[in-house]
């Protein structure tokens, strides 16, 4: 390292990056939201034009805003569930000194490993007809089916399963950066379990829980091969939604707009969360 | 005699293979201030959090006024406890962490106020209520830690290295601050460090461990007086330790060559414990001088002048000569000198490790 400036260096590290993401990211979603005040025409497709008629649509439509609520209450119900099952097990990772401890941290690592369709295929061989569960449930009492293939169940266990692994990781981190003595501090001074977890642990973890929960809200929201595999026909999500106007119906100034509804969206609840945590997080 | 206010009964804590304390027995009486003390991994901090309650002992029992706490959790067991890291809830203002024991405990919001205004003028950190602890110094950090523990007026105060993340010239006065507070309480308290000063300054009595096992219990004086056997001689003021075999009224060493003792023992394999502020120079024909030796170093370090000694055999010896304002070194490296010492300041042990009695002179 000669005597070339300080800023020039760093400007040199960071330009590429910088260039990289304006040109895979930015450019894109400007065309994107171009895209979407076109008009789309049954014989010409795509017509030049400067129209808000495709959110229009899609916000009248109740069929439209049915699929918006039932994505966010999917997402929202996944995530709930995430938090739920995916703390104790973070907490129990952190706080294990045991030689088995990379071993459980591999097991919650391996899933990612394999994508999601995959999964999702291997949940239709456990809950489709003639599935693990089904003929468990023949073989118990003869005549019986369980059916759990095609219903919101489906889709939320898949989506929570393939969700699960980022909201430990995430929370194990957090975990382990909260010293282990601060809560043998308030055992001492006489908080039972719960109450250590309510006024040490669930505090001092929250900005883990937040990004977590951003984290896994924002994959759910976003979730395509989980809910066309294992939702069916009539269950509709916003990202398969999406796809099939753009691929199948051809109407890409729609896809488009769905698009941008489902980013704002999506964006919206996450600064609205962040910025609730921020607060009580200053506040606590 | 009446029971003892804590007693601790043959404690045992083995992980796996290993035993980290074994058979500790200790008597603490209800105002007292025992401070364990000994090298890392000697297994006093893993007493303490037995009795705590962070860890559950393998054998033995914990008796607070005659009640047997095992198996009863931390949250039960009415003990402060102060960390070495103080362990302070980063989230809560100073106010909040000092009250935690007593919002726990569902006092009556007044006796609630009175009590956290007490306890912060105690450790006078009242203009401080309102701060995070990562706004305060440290030394300040560890008076909350402190009041937080003092607020819940606890059974047994423990102290976990409490001044080991202090500063050096901050240590002194937070040692005799705790000690005041203690003794103003009239509180029961158990310590462990492994500083034999900080020790030696705050301790009503110390206990002495190594490797698991309790080596002496006993008061700054007895431990430095009549150490129990050569760790404690060497661990609590710096012994010199010299092995040999005791022969009429001499010590001869291994190595060829003799010391002169100042007091009849049993003959066989033994140890000199002596401090080096307890050896004196002598001329060498004195009738006084023990043994002579070669001069191989001499430093002076204000207080005192330290001379490195050999002995005959060539066995290294540590004296402390004060300094009284007149003169610094009266020997340089390479100077023949004798050395002596009072009958008082010997101290020899057997090759098991136990003192060796004094033998009264056969009248002639």
């Not at chain 2, 050096?168 to 705790?178: D, F, G, M, S, W």
Request: aromatic share 6%; charged share 15%; glycine share 8%.
């Amino acid at each position: 390292m000669s005597a070339r400036p300080r800023g020039l260096t760093a400007g040199l590290l960071v330009g590429p990056a910088t260039l990289l993401v304006m040109g895979a990211l930015v450019a894109p979603l400007l065309l994107l939201a171009r895209t979407s005040l076109n008009r789309y025409d049954r014989t010409q497709f795509m017509v030049e034009a400067l129209t808000p008629e495709n959110y229009a649509r899609f916000l009248v439509d109740p069929f439209y805003t049915g699929v918006l609520w039932t994505t966010l209450w999917i997402a929202l119900l996944t995530t709930a569930l995430c938090l739920l099952f995916g703390f104790p097990i973070a907490y129990r990772l952190a706080r294990s000194q045991s030689r088995w401890k990379s071993a459980g941290v591999l097991l919650v690592i391996l899933p990612l490993f394999i994508g999601s369709t995959v999964r999702a295929l291997g949940w239709m061989g456990v809950l489709g007809r003639g599935g693990l569960l089904d003929s468990a449930a023949a073989a118990l009492s003869p005549g019986s089916s369980v059916a759990l293939l095609y219903t919101p169940f489906a889709v939320v266990l898949g989506i929570l399963s393939i969700n699960l692994p980022y909201m430990v990781l995430t929370l194990q981190s957090v975990i382990e950066g909260i010293d282990a003595r601060v809560e043998e501090a308030a055992d001492s001074l006489g908080a039972d379990g719960p109450r250590r977890f309510l006024h040490v642990v669930l505090p001092l973890a929250l900005p883990g829980i937040a990004t977590g929960a951003v984290l896994v809200f924002i994959l759910a929201m976003n979730a395509y091969a989980t809910p066309l595999l294992l939702g069916g026909a009539r269950f509709q999500m916003m990202a398969p939604m999406l796809f099939r106007e753009y691929a199948v119906n051809n109407n890409w100034p729609f896809a488009a707009a769905i698009a941008f509804i489902l980013m704002i969206t999506t964006l919206t609840l996450t600064a609205a969360s962040s910025a609730f945590v921020q607060r009580r997080y200053k506040a606590a | 005699m009446s029971e003892p206010y804590l007693r601790i009964a043959g404690l045992t804590k083995r992980f796996g293979a290993t035993t980290a304390v074994r058979g500790v027995d200790l008597d603490v009486r209800q105002g007292e201030m025992v401070v364990l003390l000994g090298p890392s991994g000697c297994g006093k901090t893993t007493t303490l959090r037995m009795v705590a309650g962070f860890i559950e002992a393998s054998e033995g029992r914990i008796l607070l006024e005659g009640r047997d706490y095992a198996g009863l959790p931390p949250h039960r067991r009415e003990m402060g406890m102060v960390f070495q890291s103080y362990a302070l809830f980063p989230h809560m203002t100073v106010a909040a962490n000092v009250i935690f024991g007593l919002r726990m405990r569902r006092l009556p919001r007044a006796e609630t106020e009175a009590r956290l205004a007490e306890t912060l003028e105690m450790v006078k950190l009242t203009a401080m209520a309102d701060r995070y602890p990562r706004q305060l110094s440290g030394g300040q950090q560890q008076r909350v830690a402190l009041a937080r523990a003092l607020a819940i007026r606890p059974k047994v105060l423990l102290l976990d290295e409490p001044l080991s993340n202090l500063d050096a010239n901050l240590r002194q006065q937070v040692a005799r601050e705790i000690r005041g507070l203690q003794r103003a309480a009239g509180l029961t308290a158990l310590m462990v460090t492994h500083d034999q000063d900080e020790a030696m300054t705050m301790a009503d009595r110390l206990v002495v461990m190594n490797e698991g096992t309790v080596q002496q219990v006993g008061t700054q004086e007895e431990l430095y007086e009549r150490p129990a056997n050569p760790f404690v001689a060497r661990f609590i003021g710096h012994s010199n330790l010299i092995a040999g075999t005791v022969a009429g009224d001499a010590l001869a060493l291994p190595g060829g060559g003799a010391l002169r003792l100042a007091g009849h023992y049993a003959p066989g394999t033994a140890t000199l414990a002596i401090r080096p502020e307890r050896v004196r120079l002598a001329p060498p024909e004195a009738a006084e001088a023990r043994a002579t030796v070669l001069v191989e170093d001499a430093t002076y370090v204000g207080a005192h002048v330290e001379y490195l000694l050999a002995l005959p055999d060539g066995t290294r010896l540590i004296l402390h000569d004060p300094t009284d304002g007149g003169g610094g070194r009266r020997h340089a490296a390479g100077d023949r000198a004798g050395i002596a010492w009072d009958l008082a300041s010997e101290r020899l042990f057997d090759s098991a490790g136990a003192p060796l009695a004094l033998r009264t002179p056969i009248a002639a």
